[in-house]
């Protein structure tokens, strides 16, 4: 079966030719992600199987301007993309928290400080409507992979981002001069 037979039986759901796919490309995707993102062995394991999980929705895209294999290129660089949006949206988060001095290093003033802008937030969040919030804190607060929160929540991945982008402009309006 040719690479565009199998692109458009893969866009109908059958696993079969998303098999094919991976059978075919997984060193040249796996080989472009290891160039391209530059993690350890276990994410990039995770940016090829992610890469391959989101064929057969980019599947439907698919038009043929390109060989399958750019294709899937394309598609690897979207989800490194990402990935690397999310590590960095991480780290931000990570070195904020290091960066708060300790409760117990706190004097008491300082301490009632931090509580009355932890309070600040944890309103700010309560605040936002439902579907806003729900994204927020399963990606932001618990880790969860946005793709992971789309089938969660029955939404399209992008909506999830869509949201999430809401959620922090939202926060950012809210919180504006409060925490200053």
């Not at 075919?24 to 290891?34: I, M, P, T």
């Not at 599947?59 to 290129?73: H, I, N, P, Q, T």
């Not at 939404?155 to 809401?166: A, D, F, I, S, Y």
Request: charged share 30%.
């Amino acid at each position: 079966m040719s690479d565009e037979a199998l692109v458009a039986v893969c866009a109908m759901g059958e696993s079969a030719a998303l098999g094919a796919l991976f059978d075919r490309y997984y060193s040249a995707v796996r080989g472009f992600l290891a160039r391209l993102a530059g993690t350890d062995d276990r994410d990039l394991d995770d940016l090829v199987q992610v890469t391959f999980e989101t064929v057969p929705r980019a599947a439907r895209r698919f038009d043929g301007r390109s060989s399958v294999k750019v294709w899937l290129l394309g598609v690897a660089s979207n989800v490194a993309r990402h990935h690397v949006r999310t590590e960095i949206r991480r780290k931000r988060v990570a070195e904020a928290v290091a960066a708060e001095p300790r409760a117990d290093a706190l004097d008491g003033a300082a301490q009632v400080m931090t509580r009355e802008r932890a309070a600040r937030v944890r309103d700010a969040i309560a605040d936002l409507p439902v579907k806003l919030r729900e994204a927020f804190v399963l990606v932001y607060l618990e880790g969860v992979p946005g793709r992971d929160v789309a089938v969660l929540l029955g939404v399209r991945e992008g909506t999830v981002w869509k949201r999430l982008h809401q959620a922090r402009a939202r926060l950012r309006e809210s919180l504006e001069g409060a925490l200053g």
